[in-house]
């Protein structure tokens, strides 16, 4: 396989990136995350959120809903959402998911076939249902930790850890093989819809005392929550266990 210029810079950052997560800390016992970029972060949160959104996603987002048809909506997100099944399949065998993998691998074939290219999801309709997983998750199965936050322009908030995995996840077929414009074409679908799909959350946003602080920890609760399928373990906080073991020894001794 000939590999080509845009391809060889991919894998040299996602070896660089692999290189810095191990690198990282984190500190999980009290919920705190790495972000020493935080400086940088906020700049580039305000230009996201006070301009680029302002401005230009949300205006474009609901003239998108306002005046494409739903059903006509819906096909092409389902097209877009189809070719990331491939990368699932792969990702999920190596974090040895195999019914999982085998789920995803029978909704890509049927999707693109009898669903014309995934424009139908005829698969749900067979009892397949979509449980996408991305190489960021692989890494955290292996025990990588998140890394430092990153607020990356335009595409918002992310991490070392999966910056490092949209950029594995970016080589597997078909997405390695589709052209620049139709993949540009491909993440404006994804934005538009998923702006449109945060609309009701907005007031949450503005409601909060720290948009940026906010938007982070929601960002790492979902990571989380996705990589343990929606099972997350519990976090026992050793300081608090600590004060209830005294409170309650002082409760039996007044008994």
């Not at 594995?168 to 702006?195: C, H, K, Q």
Request: contains cysteine; hydrophobic residues 40%.
């Amino acid at each position: 396989m000939k590999l080509s210029p845009s391809l060889i810079t991919r894998l040299v950052f996602a070896c660089v990136a692999i290189v810095l997560t191990g690198c990282s800390t984190t500190n999980s016992a009290n919920n705190e995350h790495s972000d020493p970029l935080e400086p940088v972060n906020r700049a580039i949160w305000t230009f996201n959120w006070d301009y680029a959104d302002k401005y230009v996603l949300k205006p474009a987002s609901k003239t998108y809903v306002t005046y494409v048809p739903q059903p006509l909506r819906k096909g092409i997100y389902n097209v877009v959402l189809n070719i990331n099944e491939p990368f699932s399949a792969v990702n999920s065998l190596l974090q040895l998911k195999v019914n999982r993998a085998a789920q995803t691998t029978g909704r890509f074939v049927l999707n693109s076939t009898v669903g014309l290219l995934g424009f139908f999801d005829v698969a749900s309709y067979a009892g397949l249902t979509r449980e996408e997983e991305e190489f960021g998750e692989v890494l955290g199965y292996y025990g990588v930790e998140d890394g430092p936050y990153l607020m990356l322009p335009l595409f918002g908030p992310s991490s070392v850890r999966d910056g490092t995995g949209d950029l594995v996840d970016s080589i597997y077929w078909p997405l390695a093989v589709i052209d620049f414009w139709p993949n540009v074409a491909r993440y404006m679908v994804i934005g538009l819809e998923t702006r449109a799909q945060l609309e009701d959350q907005e007031a949450l946003l503005n409601d909060s005392v720290d948009p940026y602080e906010f938007v982070k920890q929601v960002y790492f609760q979902n990571i989380e929550y996705r990589l343990y399928d929606g099972n997350p373990p519990l976090v026992i906080d050793e300081e608090e266990e600590a004060e209830l073991d005294e409170d309650l020894d002082d409760l039996l001794e007044d008994l």
